[in-house]
């Protein structure tokens, strides 16, 4: 009797257990997996696990491996030194290496040198500033040196005032080796000032160590061309966007083969996130969103023969797939997500279509949870379309209850809405704090065809405003959604459409929440660091009177032309040192808002830019964020 009393408790205890749901604290607690490479013997992954310590406000990092099928991960101090190092030249004579170059004066101080004390910074053009960084004249460079200790390094871009690799995000993956280890190419886009920031035109640039000059490759390719990779049998490939001044164009895969440049993914209406050669040369696997995922496809690389290639998906499932390990007799090792799991690897039997998880690092914690369920809805929006929304149902959901919902207003805004992870707009954070969540993949968004991407561009306040209130009245319909408790949160080109909708939603939400978005599309063409971005969405400059697209951007699209219809509470968030959406924007919705009488709150992160990366600042927009919801839902 004694036993079986103790197992009921046990069998209560475990029950208890698993009600419990995602918090913020939990969610900072959860380790953060990116994989180095396979190692150099061929039988592991090598990866880092980073952890939160909010005590500490940083992330600690572990790195461990693991074997390939699977089985028992060792903690490793010297894992770089485990994988091949990319940055050797192929015959081991070299090595690469980047760093910062001072090429220009700007500082005060540089051109009155007796003044070291004054602040002050001078500039004749743009790109003064970018992402969260102002220009002090030094650039990103590209060196070599013999591959051995005290070498001198070569700068092969001395004097340019150029970045490579390229800012704010560029790392080595810009720079890489030729076969034959004669050359080094390099991605960069070799413009400076206004020139900079009006282009999206990078290049591939080879540098010959031996006749010390430079080749541009891409001259003729006008918008990006970026991820330069040597196939096994030696031909240069890369990713490529055609059109200058649109960073959300069609990616397609590149191939030099025999003095032709033969597009791989020329059949495919979509765009290519990453690529990785097979191991013989005869096919290129990348990922690709799809239908609100991302997934792996597979395209055959013709040679001299005249077929046409047609990529060929090869996973399908409500999951991401992110990174290409590696591939290896139909076994496909990716990193994978859903939106109630961060990243862990996987293995992937094609044969069979079978997943195995090989890494399980957050297991532990997943385990102990009751997370909440995600669904796919079809919605007609006005113009005849099938849109697709996720709707996220809160834990242990419940149909004959009633529940507070948000609409959830994706950035970009040519970005996939996909079943990502994120450690700040988390999907299975909100459903655990009892929310719906209502999100749509609205206009502008890959996955669903180049056309459909492209139609938000210049249409800011149009058709994608009807495909938000599209998704939420469709969902509204149902008898577990609070039609009474409606939200509607976003950042960037979410924040954007938080603002906008705050003036033209006819009463359907009680609250909003909008993060570093964009309030006034005249000061924010004025003040952002990118400007090639606002030429290409806003249609042109506001002072263009003749630009009809131009003046319907900063006028019927323009956020501020609706504040007198604001009637509703709004939480304002911004980064201080967001130079992509500045924070004047904020700023002037917060002013707003408080002069027209309405309840608002103004939540500022001074060291932040665009995103909240430090684990204490995290944890502060969490609560508030949830806070803000209590009190105004």
């Known amino acids: 009797m004694k036993k079986r009393i103790v197992l009921i408790l046990s069998i209560m205890s475990i029950a208890a257990s698993a009600q419990q749901v995602l918090s913020p604290e939990t969610l900072w607690k959860l380790g953060r997996v990116s994989v180095l490479g396979i190692s150099k013997d061929g039988k592991n992954i090598v990866y880092k696990v980073g952890t939160p310590d909010v005590d500490a406000n940083k992330i600690n990092s572990k790195y461990y491996t693991i074997p390939l099928k699977g089985g028992v991960a060792t903690e490793v101090t010297n894992a770089s030194s485990l994988v091949a190092n990319k940055n050797i030249s192929p015959d081991g004579k070299y090595i690469l290496s980047s760093q910062e170059v001072k090429t220009e004066k700007v500082l005060g101080k540089d051109f009155y040198p007796e003044l070291q004390k004054s602040g002050a910074q001078i500039y004749d053009g743009l790109d003064y500033r970018h992402w969260d960084t102002w220009n002090t004249g030094s650039h990103n460079h590209v060196f070599y040196a013999e591959n051995k200790e005290n070498a001198t390094a070569i700068d092969i871009m001395k004097d340019e005032p150029f970045d490579a690799p390229q800012k704010p995000f560029g790392g080595d993956e810009d720079f890489i080796w030729s076969p034959d280890s004669k050359s080094i190419i390099y991605v960069?886009?070799?413009?400076?000032?206004?020139?900079?920031?009006?282009?999206?035109?990078?290049?591939?640039?080879?540098?010959?160590?031996?006749?010390?000059?430079?080749?541009?490759?891409?001259?003729?390719?006008?918008?990006?061309?970026?991820?330069?990779?040597?196939?096994?049998?030696?031909?240069?490939?890369?990713?490529?966007?055609?059109?200058?001044?649109?960073?959300?164009?069609?990616?397609?895969?590149?191939?030099?083969?025999?003095?032709?440049?033969?597009?791989?993914?020329?059949?495919?209406?979509?765009?290519?996130?990453?690529?990785?050669?097979?191991?013989?040369?005869?096919?290129?696997?990348?990922?690709?969103?799809?239908?609100?995922?991302?997934?792996?496809?597979?395209?055959?690389?013709?040679?001299?023969?005249?077929?046409?290639?047609?990529?060929?998906?090869?996973?399908?499932?409500?999951?991401?797939?992110?990174?290409?390990?590696?591939?290896?007799?139909?076994?496909?090792?990716?990193?994978?997500?859903?939106?109630?799991?961060?990243?862990?690897?996987?293995?992937?039997?094609?044969?069979?279509?079978?997943?195995?998880?090989?890494?399980?690092?957050?297991?532990?914690?997943?385990?102990?949870?009751?997370?909440?369920?995600?669904?796919?809805?079809?919605?007609?929006?006005?113009?005849?379309?099938?849109?697709?929304?996720?709707?996220?149902?809160?834990?242990?959901?419940d149909k004959t209850k009633k529940y507070p919902t948000l609409l959830y207003c994706q950035g970009g805004p040519q970005s996939p809405l996909t079943q990502f992870y994120s450690f700040r707009w988390n999907f299975s954070l909100m459903a655990s704090q009892g929310y719906i969540v209502v999100a749509p993949n609205r206009r502008g968004m890959y996955g669903h065809g180049q056309e459909w991407n492209d139609q938000i561009s210049k249409d800011w306040g149009g058709q994608v405003m009807d495909d938000?209130?599209?998704?939420?009245?469709?969902?509204?319909?149902?008898?577990?959604?609070?039609?009474?408790?409606?939200?509607?949160?976003?950042?960037?080109?979410?924040?954007?459409?938080?603002?906008?909708?705050?003036?033209?939603?006819?009463?359907?939400?009680?609250?909003?929440?909008?993060?570093?978005?964009?309030?006034?599309?005249?000061?924010?063409?004025?003040?952002?660091?990118?400007?090639?971005?606002?030429?290409?969405?806003?249609?042109?400059?506001?002072?263009?009177?003749?630009?009809?697209?131009?003046?319907?951007?900063?006028?019927k699209f323009n956020p501020i032309t609706y504040v007198d219809k604001w009637n509703k509470p709004i939480l304002i968030i911004q980064g201080g040192t967001d130079f992509r959406v500045p924070i004047g924007q904020s700023q002037e919705a917060f002013q707003a808002a408080q002069l027209r009488g309405l309840k608002s709150r103004f939540l500022y992160f001074p060291e932040e830019n665009h995103w909240v990366l430090q684990p204490q600042n995290a944890l502060v927009w969490q609560r508030e964020f949830y806070k803000w919801l209590k009190e105004t839902l």
Not at 337 to 342: F, L, Q, V
Not at 496 to 517: E, M, P, Q, V, W
Request: charged share 20%; net charge negative.
């Open 188 to 397: 960069c886009k070799k413009k400076f000032g206004t020139e900079y920031a009006i282009s999206t035109n990078t290049d591939l640039y080879e540098y010959n160590i031996e006749t010390k000059t430079t080749k541009n490759l891409t001259e003729n390719n006008l918008g990006y061309d970026t991820n330069p990779v040597f196939s096994p049998t030696g031909n240069l490939t890369w990713l490529q966007m055609k059109r200058d001044g649109f960073e959300a164009d069609k990616n397609d895969i590149i191939v030099s083969f025999k003095g032709m440049n033969i597009n791989l993914t020329a059949n495919f209406d979509g765009t290519v996130n990453s690529f990785q050669w097979s191991k013989v040369g005869s096919k290129v696997y990348f990922i690709a969103p799809i239908n609100g995922t991302t997934q792996l496809f597979e395209v055959t690389f013709p040679g001299m023969t005249k077929m046409a290639v047609f990529p060929v998906q090869l996973t399908d499932g409500d999951f991401d797939v992110h990174d290409i390990i590696s591939i290896s007799e139909g076994t496909y090792l990716v990193t994978r997500t859903d939106m109630n799991h961060a990243t862990e690897v996987f293995s992937y039997t094609v044969k069979t279509k079978t997943w195995k998880q090989i890494t399980n690092v957050n297991d532990a914690v997943y385990n102990s949870l009751s997370l909440p369920k995600y669904e796919r809805r079809y919605v007609t929006t006005t113009d005849g379309k099938k849109m697709l929304v996720w709707l996220i149902l809160p834990p242990n959901f």
């Open 468 to 555: 938000y209130l599209s998704a939420i009245d469709n969902v509204a319909k149902e008898s577990y959604v609070d039609t009474s408790r409606l939200g509607c949160v976003g950042a960037s080109y979410g924040g954007y459409s938080a603002f906008f909708l705050a003036g033209i939603h006819n009463n359907r939400f009680k609250t909003f929440i909008a993060h570093d978005g964009v309030f006034n599309t005249q000061s924010m063409f004025g003040t952002t660091e990118e400007v090639f971005f606002n030429n290409w969405d806003f249609g042109g400059a506001y002072w263009e009177k003749d630009n009809a697209a131009a003046q319907k951007s900063y006028t």
